[in-house]
């Protein structure tokens, strides 16, 4: 459920119709939901309740504005990060360290080394490599470092193979065979503190089984590291969980749903439950505002050719994924549609969103939404092409802000430097 709904004829995002926001700051432009993205949140918390204890660590990357940060930390989420920048956001939206798990496969010492000085829940720690460097950056600092391991468990997340993470072919994680020998390397390491046990098995999940099968290792993995002396109080089970892109009957299973899969797996262990939900919480609380330039008439098809590209939603190019683009005008009922061919003015075919599109007539001016570009959208944005990264806007009620503005292009060419010889 989302926020961006037709109220007379006008696309709105909660009260503010998106044709004010488009006169406003122009497009194109990312716009959010507050009441989504809380709601998407309340939703975990529902679904882990059950559970004595839990913290939903928001995996960053989906959406790292400071300002949604800032309205999920004040909601009582932590943070999953997997770099050093951001930690920071995380930490200049008032998250405190202690709410804060650092994941990621390639963390660097000096990463290492400023996160456990600002202060930290827990490492996510990948590699034997890894849990060597982080010993010897705790203990040189006169510190301990909590970590979970990441295991690796072999299931077939039955998703897109650019982000599935558990098979033991990707690159994640410390395969489930070697576990209990790399937990023995841990306890035995200077500056090193066992907490828990982490998984992540992939995004955009759209089937429970896989997660059945691997928290079922997870709690027969926990009992075991239990036999052999350790202390696992908590549980990160990684992120993942599927959205509806489209909008028909395929709908993934619901958070709840996946609450009760937890709780039948590992829920008699008795540990804290950490999740790292991104897309779920951010994906369809965001949509994508963009104008048409030109309707331009090909060979046997139309093209609509909008102000947005490939640098600024790289997700269709990337993995062919499908965002539902609406009209901001709303149809009336029973307008004849015509076949499009939607794309951006980059110069590559691959800048195409959408082919064979349905839509009602549209013309130059008119405005159109991407919607579910809450999540790996405008974090995955660039400068191709020199078009500057487009702004982010935060709505709530029958108000709104810019979270992100444009930048002008004297301020991407002043980033620039010529060497002194030419
Ligand atoms: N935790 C870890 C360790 C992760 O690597 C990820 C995502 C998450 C949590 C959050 O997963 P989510 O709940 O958002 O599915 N750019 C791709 C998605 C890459 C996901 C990478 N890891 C896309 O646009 O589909």
């Known amino acids: 459920m989302d926020h961006f709904n037709y109220r007379d004829s006008i696309l709105h995002a909660e009260d503010v119709p998106l044709t004010r926001i488009a006169t406003e ?24 309740s059950w559970a004595p204890e839990y913290l939903i660590c928001y995996a960053v990357k989906a959406n790292s504005n400071i300002a949604v940060l800032k309205l999920l930390g004040d909601l009582g ?22 709410r804060i798990v650092f994941s990621g496969v390639g963390k660097t010492r000096d990463e290492m080394r400023l996160a456990l000085e600002g202060g930290i829940r827990q490492f996510n720690v990948e590699s034997e490599p890894e849990l ?34 558990g098979k033991s072919e990707n690159k994640f994680g410390i395969p489930i065979a070697r576990a209990r020998a790399a937990y023995a390397q841990a306890a035995a390491l200077p500056g090193i503190e066992v907490v828990g046990v982490d998984m992540h098995i992939g995004s955009q999940l759209t089937d429970l089984l ?33 959205i509806p892109y489209k909008r028909d009957n395929s709908a993934p299973p619901l958070p709840i749903e996946y609450g009760q899969v937890v709780r039948e797996t590992v829920g008699d262990l008795g540990c804290e439950i950490e999740i790292e939900p991104g897309r779920n919480i ?14 331009k008439q090909g060979e046997g098809r139309d093209f609509l050719i909008l102000d947005a590209a490939m640098n600024d939603l790289i997700r269709p190019a990337m993995y062919g994924a499908h965002h539902d683009i609406v009209p901001v005008a709303e149809p009336a009922t029973g307008a004849e549609l015509s076949a499009y061919d939607v794309v951006g003015p980059v110069c590559e075919t691959g800048d195409t969103f959408q082919k064979g599109s349905q839509l009602p007539a549209l ?54 430097a010529l060497p002194d010889w030419l």
Do not use: C
């Open 132 to 165: 060597l460097a982080l010993s010897e950056v705790a203990a040189s600092m006169d510190t301990i470092a909590p970590i979970a391991l990441r295991v690796n468990p072999d299931v077939d997340a039955r998703t897109h193979e650019k982000i599935a993470t």
């Open 363 to 416: 013309a130059d001016g008119d405005l159109v939404a991407f919607r579910s570009a809450g999540a790996y959208g405008a974090v995955m944005a660039s400068e191709y092409n020199t078009r500057p990264l487009i702004p982010e806007v935060l709505v709530d009620g029958d108000r709104f802000a810019v979270i992100r503005p444009r930048p002008s292009l004297e301020e991407i060419l002043a980033r620039e």
């Open 210 to 242: 896989p997660y059945r099968q691997a928290y079922s290792k997870m709690a027969e993995l926990t009992r075991a590291l239990r036999s052999d002396g350790h202390q696992i109080r908590r549980l990160d089970l990684g992120g993942g969980l599927g």
């Open 77 to 98: 989420a932590g943070m999953d990060v997997v770099s050093i920048g951001e930690y920071a956001r995380a930490r200049a939206a008032g998250v405190p360290g202690n």
């Open 25 to 48: 700051i122009g497009t194109p432009a990312y716009i959010y939901s507050t009441a989504t993205l809380t709601r998407h949140f309340n939703v975990f918390q529902e679904a882990l």
């Open 282 to 295: 951010a994906g369809n609380s965001g949509i994508l505002l963009s104008s048409v330039i030109y309707v």
